[in-house]
């Protein structure tokens, strides 16, 4: 059974930086696609940052440099770096894999249960 479980959400000021991280159980991601979703109230499930093992990253548009996500194959985690958090980023963050990958929370088969990240103005 696969187990996406996300950590290091929380509650930071404007302006600051928090990783976030996913670790899986029951699936390696080396041959995944590795994306992060986000979804604030009353919005839809919007896309963050995906990564296949040993491509390159692509993020949102909303992203501008801010967030890296990276790949520990070894720990089978992956991470996304937040820095520079408004609070329009405010939202619960999500991990998710599979095998199609893009920017659709639809192509992706297995989903973590959601980490809350809050950025006070």
């Known amino acids: 059974q696969v187990q996406l479980v996300e950590s290091g959400g929380g509650l930071v000021q404007a302006g600051g930086s928090l990783r976030l991280s996913c670790a899986a159980s029951?699936?390696?991601?080396?041959?995944?696609?590795v994306a992060w979703f986000r979804q604030a109230p009353g919005k839809e499930r919007e896309f963050v940052a995906r990564?296949?093992?040993?491509?390159?990253?692509y993020y949102g548009d909303f992203v501008k440099g801010r967030f890296t996500i990276s790949t520990d194959n070894a720990e089978n985690t992956v991470h996304l770096q937040m820095n520079s958090l408004k609070h329009e980023d405010t939202a619960v963050y999500y991990c998710?894999?599979?095998?199609?990958?893009?920017?659709?929370?639809?192509?992706?088969?297995?989903w973590g249960q959601g980490t809350q990240v809050t950025v006070s103005s």
């Open positions: 990564k296949w093992s040993g491509g390159s990253p």
């Open positions: 998710a894999a599979g095998r199609v990958g893009g920017v659709r929370p639809d192509n992706y088969d297995y």
């Open positions: 029951g699936r390696t991601f080396s041959t995944d696609v």
